[in-house]
């Protein structure tokens, strides 16, 4: 696992690459699925990461979620200040507040 850092960008350069990877899937208790996360423009960061999530925890839980705040670095403060501006954070506080685990699924390009 990653020692990460107090910027996104730097935390980034520390996880592995998204090439190959099309999508990721987050997948509730029930089997339905609750999220995805596009390789696109703008959604390749927090892609990185919740890959990232699943290869070092292989699910989303608390432990995994409170790491992802850590690694999100600045934007974490930021999503709390600004609830719905960073869904993929907001997922994570969420997790770390109680709500349900999540499975994260890798979908290759």
């Known amino acids: 696992m990653i020692q990460p850092t107090d910027?996104?960008?730097?935390?980034?350069?520390?996880?592995?690459?998204?090439?190959?990877?099309?999508?990721?899937?987050?997948?509730?208790?029930?089997?339905?699925?609750?999220?995805?996360i596009e390789n696109l423009p703008g959604k390749q960061g927090s892609l990185a990461v919740y890959q990232?999530?699943?290869?070092?925890?292989?699910?989303?839980?608390?432990?995994a979620a409170a790491h992802g705040l850590e690694v999100f670095a600045e934007h974490t403060a930021d999503a709390r200040s600004r609830p719905g501006a960073h869904?993929?954070?907001?997922?994570?506080?969420?997790?770390?507040?109680?709500a349900a685990p999540l499975a994260i699924t890798l979908v290759a390009a």
């Open 52 to 63: 990232y999530l699943q290869q070092s925890f292989g699910a989303l839980h608390a432990e």
């Open 7 to 36: 910027s996104f960008k730097e935390n980034l350069r520390l996880l592995p690459s998204i090439d190959g990877l099309a999508r990721i899937d987050l997948v509730d208790p029930a089997g339905g699925i609750v999220a995805t």
């Open 87 to 98: 869904p993929n954070i907001d997922r994570l506080l969420e997790i770390l507040g109680g």
